[in-house]
Every structure is written in C-alpha cells, then in structure tokens.
C-alpha cells in the first residue's frame, strides 16, 4: 500500500476503486497514460482503502475481485506504476469536497489534470459533483476531463457481471470482460497430504483476504508463474467432500512439477472450468475422476498455448 506518490512530478489523476482493472478501466487507465506522456505528467490512480462500504456500512458484505497487491501488479501490466492509496476512515469521510481538493488532490498530489466520470461524486456525503470539481480546477489551476456516460456504463455493468459470472462458475465470460484471466494469490501452505498419496499432490493457497471473492467451487484448469517459470495444472476450490472436508480450501496440482514451495507467494490464473466439485463414492474413484480431468486440461492446454 502507497500513500505518497514515487516521485515528486505534478500529476494527472483519475479517482476510483478500480475493482478487477477490467477492460472499461483499462480504456481509463490509456486515456490516463496518453494525458501523461502529451503534458508531461505523471499518471496517478487515486483509490481508498478499505473500501468505503465496508468502513460506513459495517455489515456490508463485499467481495472484491482484487486485493490491494494483486491491482497493483495488474496496474503495472497495464504500464501505471503509481497507485496512491488513501486510508479511508470516518474522519477521511467527513472531508468537505474543497478539504478533500486542496489536501489531496492540490497539496499531495499535485495535480494538473483529473479524468473523472460525469456522475461522480465525492466530499462529505458524496455532495460536490463534477461541476463543482471543474470550479475547484479553475481555482486551483488544474484541467478536468469528463468520461462519457457510456464509458462509465460499461465499468459499471463489466464489474458486475464478472462478480456474477465468478460466483456463476463462468470463467470464460468473467475473463473476457477482465481482458486476461481472474487470479487468486496467496501463500503456499502445508495441507494433510492426501493428494499425495493418490499421485496428485498439491499446493494449499491461503488468500487471506476475507474480502476477495473466490469463485463458485468447482475444478479449474490453471497457470502460475514459479521461480519465472510457466506452470500449469487443476485447481480444486472446495471442501474435498469425497473424504468427508468440512472447510473450504484452495488446492493446485501442478503438472510435471514436484518442488517444495511452502511458504512461496503464488499468484494462479484461472483458465477454465473443468466441472463441479462432487462426493465420489471412494478415494479409487475420485482419483480416475482427476485422471480423467487431467487429461481434458492437458488438451485445453495445448489448445491454449498456439
């Protein structure tokens, strides 16, 4: 997490969650980056952490489609290095608009231009839109750029239908509205050793974010990069009913891999789905279930790689 920014140049600015860095984002994220290179500006996301509902709604449930590591690392793909986070607490919340303009965005940050949608809203209760905003600019010497109901529409709606496609089990609509694949990371810990004993070990990832969303259980076809090599395997999101698992974990068996990466950080593509998690009626028939499995992931991923 960034409070600050890299480097002391003024920046051009945009403001949000940016929750999945998906495709409506990513067209943000270019925009942001061509106002950078044309004035010589460095491109700064603005976003809050925790997210506000979960500050001013304790009961809200949300689920986020990144944690704070993993948007930075798919913000770097995209070429934005500067990711300013800002702690989001009550007191942060009571921020007049001109407060929030002048500390933040003036002070801090030193702004010169912002992209910002039409319908967004920010100061004490949410009150000060982006005429408000453009009046602040004129004040304070900085360009405001709005983004079209179109262009917001299509953020709104993607994020969207990727929570309900991932919790749908849909891999393949939620990654084509990200633009690349959805990932889980986490640490690699020791687990009970069964697929071991049944010729298909695995590596128990500990996402231990509560907030994250983690898909619709089932099997998933996967790739992960260790020690920079490229990995592929299947991955289990379930309870292992077969052996009667109660609590829920995240397993990856990795194919022609056998290294010991306990204690690793891992961060898994998820590829595709394979099928449901069941209760097979013995360990023998579960494991010509994973045979079976493995063979059709193989396939798709030889398919994948031309």
Request: charged share 35%; aromatic share 10%.
């Given at each position: 997490m960034k409070p600050d920014l890299i480097d002391n140049r003024n920046t051009v600015v945009t403001i949000g969650t940016f929750d999945g860095v998906h495709i409506g984002h990513q067209k943000i994220i270019q925009r942001l980056i061509e106002v950078g290179k044309g004035k010589d500006l460095l491109p700064t996301i603005l976003t809050f952490f925790p997210h506000p509902r979960m500050v001013l709604q304790k009961d809200a449930d949300i689920k986020l489609l990144n944690t704070l590591s993993e948007k930075e690392q798919i913000l770097k793909q995209f070429g934005l290095e500067n990711l300013v986070v800002k702690k989001f607490t009550k007191d942060f919340s009571r921020l007049t608009a001109?407060?929030?303009?002048?500390?933040?965005?003036?002070?801090?940050?030193?702004?010169?231009?912002?992209?910002?949608?039409?319908?967004?809203?920010?100061?004490?209760?949410?009150?000060?839109?982006?005429?408000?905003?453009?009046?602040?600019?004129?004040?304070?010497?900085?360009?405001?750029?709005?983004?079209t109901a179109q262009d917001i529409n299509d953020v709104a709606v993607s994020s969207t239908k990727i929570r309900t496609a991932l919790l749908d089990g849909d891999i393949k609509t939620a990654n084509s509205y990200l633009g690349y694949p959805f990932i889980i990371s986490g640490i690699?810990?020791?687990?009970?050793?069964?697929?071991?004993?049944?010729?298909?070990?695995?590596?128990?990832?500990?996402?231990?974010?509560?907030?994250?969303?983690i898909p619709k259980q089932g099997v998933y076809i996967v790739k992960s990069i260790i020690d920079k090599n490229t990995v592929f395997g299947m991955m289990n999101i379930g309870t292992n009913p077969t052996v009667n698992?109660?609590?829920?974990?995240?397993?990856?068996?990795?194919?022609?891999?056998?290294?010991?990466?306990?204690?690793?950080?891992?961060?898994?593509?998820?590829?595709?789905?394979?099928?449901?998690?069941?209760?097979?009626?013995?360990?023998?028939?579960?494991?010509?279930?994973l045979l079976k499995d493995k063979t059709n992931a193989l396939q798709f991923i030889i398919d994948y790689a031309q």
């Open positions: 001109k407060e929030f303009v002048e500390s933040i965005l003036v002070k801090q940050l030193k702004v010169k231009h912002v992209i910002i949608g039409y319908d967004h809203h920010f100061g004490r209760n949410r009150t000060a839109n982006i005429d408000d905003l453009k009046a602040f600019g004129k004040q304070y010497n900085f360009d405001v750029e709005e983004i690699v810990e020791e687990g009970k050793g069964l697929g071991r004993t049944i010729g298909f070990p695995t590596a128990n990832i500990n996402s231990s974010e509560n907030y994250k969303l698992g109660k609590t829920q974990t995240i397993e990856v068996n990795f194919f022609n891999f056998d290294e010991k990466i306990y204690g690793k950080t891992l961060t898994i593509e998820l590829l595709e789905r394979l099928r449901d998690e069941k209760k097979f009626e013995s360990v023998d028939v579960l494991k010509k279930q």
